[in-house]
């Protein structure tokens, strides 16, 4: 049995019995044959019905799966309820797309072989999806990797983390509830060695996985032959702050983009280059408001950054951060446990440049300022990592924004707001080591598509 505990005090919330390698096979078959039977999927009209009537059931329920998302994965309460929302919009999202399915006109006659032809291709669902997915953010990951699947017309087999599945639990039934006939949408809790067999099965056409690198391009190199993969990892997310940005603005965005959900967030705020001549005024304004955060248990309406999903997760940024200041950086706020299962909101200034604070994704409460006297050096650094995702700029001039824009290496940067911003509608994806293919509702249901393109020689 799975047993699924409250990251923040421990007590038990449910067990979940495992899944195993027959209820795999199982899985799969179900959704081969459904594939095989409705090649086109359910029809279009019907999906649309399905997922309206699933974000009504989402918003009746809203504050039950609010309590749920923050029980399982110990996002404080405030940020769990916008969750909630988010999920609602992305359904909403998904069934608004697939009005937008469709092929387009190839042209014909240009030139003496391709004369008295009409030419066109159409959108057709890939084929099984699977996708494997993260704790962060346990009910709106599962809309993007499930209800975009049921859009696109394909049957998906989910596979939740093992900290959060319940929100991923009570989704499937939601969508069971809101029309989706049987088996089209399967959850299975199982363990690495079952979901690297359900992911790598050769029934599988889009895998879709959000986790850490190592697993994920393992996956990559394991998959079928034919297989399609999209791959959402972590960043080490840089910021440039240059001399001219408004302190104002910036401060309270580096707090919430580094501080969010304890850091927790594959774009979360990590590194941050500040000009030197503004520093000193950036480091001290940070370290009022960080002190200002109210830390605890997630599901108290004023908690602002609850606990570490696991108490191994909270030993080793203890570690980091103490390796960290033994290696020259400064410990400016934070740095120690709260109510076991909490990390101090943490600010550190010039850490060594090859700490682990520096050079890997720290994914807790921890950001990191560093001077800087010119623009090339800190975009040098910044793009020193094999990481990228998102990044920022703050500077009042437009000129230096679109500048180090184009200089920086990441999927997208934010210009006078922190790394960590993102809407269910746009484009989300990392670079390199960072991940592979576009996220977003629109952006992932177009990867779950596939052209067919249709010839017809005319008299």
């Known amino acids: 049995m799975l047993k699924v505990y409250s990251p923040f005090d421990n007590s038990l919330l449910k067990e979940i019995p495992f899944n195993n390698a027959t209820d795999v096979e199982h899985a799969l078959a179900k959704a081969t044959l459904l594939n095989k039977q409705n090649p086109q999927g359910l029809p279009a009209y019907q999906r649309i019905e399905i997922l309206e009537k699933l974000a009504f059931l989402i918003s009746e329920r809203q504050e039950e799966l609010t309590k749920l998302a923050t029980q399982e994965g110990g996002k404080p309460n405030q940020d769990s309820k916008v969750e909630i ?104 809790i199982c363990e690495d060695v079952l979901a690297e067999r359900l992911a790598t099965d050769s029934r599988v056409a889009y895998l879709t996985f959000i986790g850490s690198a190592k697993v994920g391009w393992h996956l990559r190199n394991k998959i079928a032959p034919g297989t399609r993969i999209a791959l959402e990892h972590g960043g080490v997310a840089p910021v440039i702050v240059e001399e001219d940005a408004d302190l104002k603005e910036l401060i309270p965005a580096i707090i919430k983009g580094g501080f969010y959900h304890a850091g927790q967030v594959c774009v979360s705020v990590q590194r941050v280059f500040v000009h030197e001549k503004i520093l000193a005024d950036v480091a001290e304004n940070l ?32 570690y980091w951060v103490n390796e960290a200041v033994s290696e020259g950086a400064k410990l400016l706020c934070g740095g120690k446990r709260i109510f076991t299962t909490c990390y101090e909101p943490t600010i550190l200034l010039n850490p060594n440049k090859n700490s682990k604070v520096s050079t890997q994704e720290i994914f807790g409460p921890v950001i ?92």
């Open 85 to 188: 929302i988010r999920a609602i919009n992305g359904v909403k999202i998904a069934a608004q797309t697939i009005n937008q399915i469709h092929g387009e006109e190839i042209p014909m006659g240009l030139t003496p072989a391709s004369a008295n032809r009409i030419a066109f291709t159409t959108k057709e669902p890939i084929g099984v999806v699977v996708a494997i997915s993260a704790f962060n953010h346990p009910f709106n990951l599962i809309v993007h990797q499930v209800a975009t699947a049921v859009a696109a017309g394909c049957p998906v087999i989910v596979k939740p983390a093992l900290t959060t599945p319940l929100s991923c639990i009570e989704f499937i039934n939601l969508l069971k509830e809101a029309g989706l006939p049987e088996n089209w949408a399967q959850v299975l």
């Open 287 to 318: 370290v009022v408001e960080a002190k200002k955060l109210i830390t605890g248990n997630p599901l108290d309406e004023k908690t602002q950054v609850g606990p570490l999903i696991l108490l191994k997760e909270l030993d080793r940024i203890e």
């Open 368 to 459: 990191c300022l560093y001077g800087y006297t010119e623009t090339r050096e800190a975009i040098e650094q910044a793009n020193a990592l094999p990481f990228a995702f998102q990044a920022a700029v703050f500077t009042a001039t437009i000129d230096k924004a679109f500048f180090i824009t184009k200089q920086l290496n990441a999927a997208a940067v934010m210009v006078n707001d922190h790394t960590a911003f993102r809407v269910d509608w746009m484009p989300f994806g990392g670079r390199n080591v960072s991940g592979i293919g576009v996220g977003g509702i629109q952006y992932t249901i177009n990867e779950m598509l596939q052209d067919k393109l249709v010839v017809i020689k005319t008299k």
